[in-house]
């Protein structure tokens, strides 16, 4: 309808207007529910290339700039509290422990001939969302995750609001529209969510790659790169960038 139109695309400019803008949408009660409930009952329906449906998947790319630092640590803590002990928390950690172990086995000496140690930084870029990469690597190497193959995390606690925003499943929708949508700035608007939830070593961030693998995003996004508009070619190359710090994301 004309008021939803018109709705969205006011939240959809407020999302613009910065991080206390941000801030303030994120918090608002329902918010976040209605907008991914949206989406899901768009793809459901097969009525994704509506304005709605565009200014939906432009607030959601918009709020999801820069959560690592702009989410208050008491939704991190309650998200981290829901994930503990979860499939995905204990595969997580056992090959963080993995790493440890064989990290120790190699010798300064030996490391030194063949790895450049150290700390890789890329520069951020405003525009289209999140672009840094900031991953502890061995030379060119990021941390070698391995493939997770546990499903969605089941959680202690239910979640709701904020706390959607970066959780695994929330890519479902995000990778159907880019793979139905045929509305560029929606395209480049799913695109862009994906390429902002991946783009830091946030500890979410490992489980949002591992899970665009999982629903099979990867050649979805890189189809995006023959769509014949540069914003979107762009922010599909800048995700699938973001992506391939996950080394098992490289291979496919």
């Known amino acids: 309808t004309s008021v939803l139109r018109n709705d969205t695309g006011i939240l959809r400019n407020l999302s613009s207007a910065g991080p206390e803008a941000r801030d303030v949408l994120r918090s608002t009660e329902g918010l976040v529910d209605a907008l991914l409930r949206m989406l899901r009952a768009a793809v459901g329906n097969n009525e994704v290339d509506n304005k709605s449906v565009e200014n939906s998947m432009c607030v959601l ?11 208050d640590e008491q939704h ?9 002990n979860s499939n995905w928390e204990q595969s997580m950690v056992k090959e963080r422990a993995e790493y440890e172990v064989t990290s120790k086995k190699l010798s300064r000496q030996e490391s030194r001939k063949s ?5 890789r930084r890329s520069s951020k870029k405003k525009s289209g969302g999140a672009q840094s990469l900031d991953t502890d690597v061995i030379g060119d190497e990021p941390l070698p995750w391995k493939d997770n193959s546990a499903a969605f995390p089941v959680r202690s606690k239910a979640i709701s609001g904020i706390v959607q925003l970066f959780q ?3 890519v479902q929708p995000y990778i159907a529209l880019a793979a139905e949508a045929s509305n560029p700035e929606t ?6 969510a994906i390429q902002n939830l991946t783009a830091c070593n946030w500890k979410w961030s490992v489980f949002l790659r591992n899970a665009v693998r999982k629903e099979r995003g990867l050649p979805i996004l890189s189809e995006l790169l023959t769509i014949p508009s540069d914003a979107v070619v762009r922010t599909a190359a ?3 960038r973001n992506l391939a710090v996950d080394p098992r994301n490289r291979e496919l």
Do not use: K
């Not at 991190?76 to 503990?84: I, L, P």
């Open 61 to 71: 790319r918009n709020l999801s700039f820069r959560m690592e630092s702009e989410v």
């Open 76 to 84: 991190v803590t309650y998200a981290n509290e829901a994930m503990q």
């Open 115 to 119: 790895f450049s140690w150290g700390r």
């Open 168 to 170: 695994p499943e929330v």
């Open 187 to 192: 395209l480049e608007a799913a695109a862009g």
């Open 238 to 240: 800048t995700a699938l």
